[in-house]
């Protein structure tokens, strides 16, 4: 789902496609370490809706969700001040004890890798990452093409751009593996 489906009207609460995407990013969170508090650093977050239901689930495990988008206005980064779901159009300097988010980023950027290491070279002490992009180039429509997409991975090809930019990989999996043959 892409921000520009959001405002043709889809409700993120009701649709399928982002329930169905939080459950496991949910599950992540709630799997790691309770010793520590989080930040979450929410890139390409649009509405923020995946950082703000973690948010709300487990409160008391996070300091503050950072929601990287470069189309926030000066106008709504300023209102997110005081806030713990703080909008910000970059990177944070520092990442550290956090949980990166990337739902259906990487396929936006002519230059993924790029994307990936500025992140890496930001992120010091403990972090955790939970990825998704569209898979298989077979499945490549005219929606992908509406939401400017420049690729479509692959567990292989994803994980050669991580390992590439020095990422620790723990897990991979396909989600909604059960629709590829309706859908294809």
Not at 34 to 59: C, H, M, Q, R
Not at 122 to 132: L, R, S
């Amino acid at each position: 789902m892409d921000i520009k489906e959001i405002s043709s009207g889809v409700d993120q609460n009701t649709h399928w496609y982002y329930q169905s995407k939080k459950i496991p990013l949910l599950n992540y969170f709630e799997s790691l370490s309770t010793d520590i508090k989080y930040d979450i650093i929410d890139v390409g977050s649009g509405t923020g809706f995946f950082a703000e239901e973690i948010l709300n689930a487990f409160p008391q495990k996070i300091n503050n969700c950072y929601l990287i988008d470069t189309e926030y206005t000066e106008e709504e980064i300023q209102k997110s001040y005081g806030t713990r779901l703080i909008k910000q159009n970059k990177i944070p300097d520092l990442i550290s004890n956090s949980l990166v988010v990337m739902m259906d980023v990487l396929e936006h950027l002519e230059d993924d890798k790029k994307m990936l290491d500025e992140i890496k070279a930001n992120a010091k002490g403990q972090n955790y990452f939970f990825i998704t992009v569209p898979a298989f180039k077979s499945l490549w429509s005219a929606h992908d093409e509406y939401l400017c997409h420049y690729r479509r991975y692959t567990i292989p090809s994803l994980k050669k751009v991580l390992v590439e930019s020095n990422y620790k990989i723990t897990s991979t999996y396909y989600l909604y593996g059960i629709l590829f043959p309706l859908v294809w």
